[in-house]
């Protein structure tokens, strides 16, 4: 069965240090990956999908199928960027399947 | 555009007591997700439904929670009778055609049981 484990439930880095959410997965085929953000009394949201190759808010993630990882990235993390991130898959088979979240504080 | 608006926004009830959310998705979107999200844990699927039929209901418990989406746009989710364990957030999300097109979350209506 599909599953997707955020091994951290918070992480707290400085204003202006890089950030990196780790995410795993386990699919044997080729799923499609994506990450979700909820800020504080918002929604959740799609932040971004590996499809796409883009870089939404300065945030990156790379799809590595060989360590079956898709982590995201931020070189130089920002107060407005604490929130809850979820990482998701989709399969084909199943609708989206979510990790449990890591909630990111950004300290000034 | 206007959003994924569920209600109610907060519900307490007792155990073994009924309830119901509702959802109303974006327009024009086909598919319509109800997940439930347990403090401290990510979103789980509960049901899916393209249009007015339901693509996948597996994870949803039968012997006590129900959906419809009766003519394919508005959306109920029920629970009869509550329990403990179903404390939790409810989601509603909707997407233009299922599958890895984007979701777009309600606010969600927060369950507390007592």
């Known amino acids: 069965a599909q599953r997707v484990t955020q091994p951290e439930k918070l992480l707290s880095v400085f204003k202006g240090a890089p950030v990196e959410l780790k995410c795993n997965y386990s699919?044997?085929?080729?799923?499609?990956l994506f990450w979700y953000v909820q800020y504080s009394r918002q929604r959740l949201q799609l932040l971004l999908r590996?499809?796409s190759r883009e870089s939404i808010k300065g945030f990156t993630a790379d799809l590595n199928k060989g360590e079956t990882s898709f982590h995201l990235k931020k070189p130089f993390a920002q107060e407005e960027d604490s929130a809850m991130y979820y990482c998701?898959?989709?399969?084909?088979?199943?609708?989206?399947?979510f990790g449990k979240g890591t909630r990111l504080s950004v300290i000034a | 555009e206007a959003g994924v608006a569920q209600s109610p926004r907060y519900k307490i009830i007792e155990k073994r007591q009924s309830v119901a959310f509702w959802c109303n998705p974006i327009?024009?979107?086909?598919?319509l997700y109800w997940y439930q999200q347990i403090l401290g844990q990510g979103p789980k699927l509960l049901i899916q439904?393209?249009?007015?039929?339901?693509?996948?209901d597996s994870q949803l418990p039968k012997d006590r929670f129900s959906a419809e989406r009766l003519k394919g746009v508005d959306s109920t989710l029920k629970i009869q009778p509550a329990k403990l364990e179903d404390s939790a957030v409810y989601l509603c999300a909707s997407s233009a055609k299922g599958g890895s097109t984007e979701a777009f979350f309600g606010q969600g209506t927060r369950l507390t049981v007592v």
């Open positions: 439904f393209q249009n007015n039929g339901v693509v996948d």
């Open positions: 590996h499809i």
């Open positions: 998701a898959l989709y399969s084909g088979n199943t609708p989206l399947v």
């Open positions: 699919y044997s085929g080729s799923p499609e």
């Open positions: 327009s024009g979107h086909a598919t």
